[in-house]
Each structure stands twice: as structure tokens, then as C-alpha cells.
């Protein structure tokens, strides 16, 4: 019922910038926590930022000052800006959308920051 695609993935220099996006298809609520996640090579996949309906963004200690979530719940997408981006960024990034026990990810999108 519901799908969510990312897009604005790329490769990128370090100190470089990014800016990901994600699309919701399908019944998406305004209730329900969006977010990113994301998953570098040999590592588990994990919390990059969210944000709740009618709450504050959270933010990983690795990228907070960094990186910028924001959603348009009339528009049902939920972005990510990325700035200062460092190699330890690279990492495939995933879309999140849930609540309680509705939980839908995006096919994710691959981010290389390298020189």
C-alpha cells in the first residue's frame, strides 16, 4: 500500500554536499515517523535522522550539525540535506516511514563520498 523511493544519491567529494529525497505512494499518514537510516559496507544499518509527527528531528551524533531533515506532509516526502560530508557518510541511505507496526523502507540510495 505504501512505497517510498529515494532519490539524490551520487558521488561526492568530501566537504561536499547532498541533498536526498524521498517520495511516499500509497495511504501515508501525517502521524506516522519519517526518517533516513542508512547502511555502509560491513556495518548494520542505522539511525541517520527522523522526524516525528509534531515532534523535534532526531539526530545521530555522527551528523548532527551536518545534516538537516525536513518533511512536507501535504506533499508526502520527507528530505535529507547532507553537508561537510566525510568518507565515513558513505553508505547506502534508506527512507523510513512507520508507526507502531507499520513500518515501510525504501529500496534505498547509494552515497560515495570519495576523492
Known amino acids: 500500500q505504501v512505497q517510498l523511493v529515494e532519490s539524490g544519491g551520487g558521488l561526492v567529494q568530501p566537504g561536499g554536499s547532498l541533498r536526498l529525497s524521498c517520495a511516499a505512494s500509497g495511504t501515508i499518514f501525517s502521524i506516522y515517523t519519517m526518517g533516513w537510516y542508512r547502511q555502509a559496507p560491513g556495518k548494520r544499518r542505522e539511525l541517520v535522522a527522523t522526524?516525528?509527527?509534531?515532534?523535534?528531528?532526531n539526530y545521530a551524533d555522527s551528523v548532527k550539525g551536518r545534516f538537516t531533515i525536513s518533511r512536507n506532509n501535504a506533499k508526502n516526502t520527507v528530505d535529507l540535506q547532507m553537508n561537510s560530508l566525510k568518507p565515513e557518510d558513505t553508505a547506502v541511505y534508506y527512507c523510513?516511514?512507520?508507526?507502531?507496526?507499520?513500518?515501510?523502507w525504501g529500496q534505498g540510495t547509494q552515497v560515495t563520498v570519495s576523492s
Open positions: 523510513y516511514a512507520g508507526y507502531i507496526a507499520y513500518n515501510y
Open positions: 522526524m516525528p509527527s509534531g515532534g523535534s528531528a
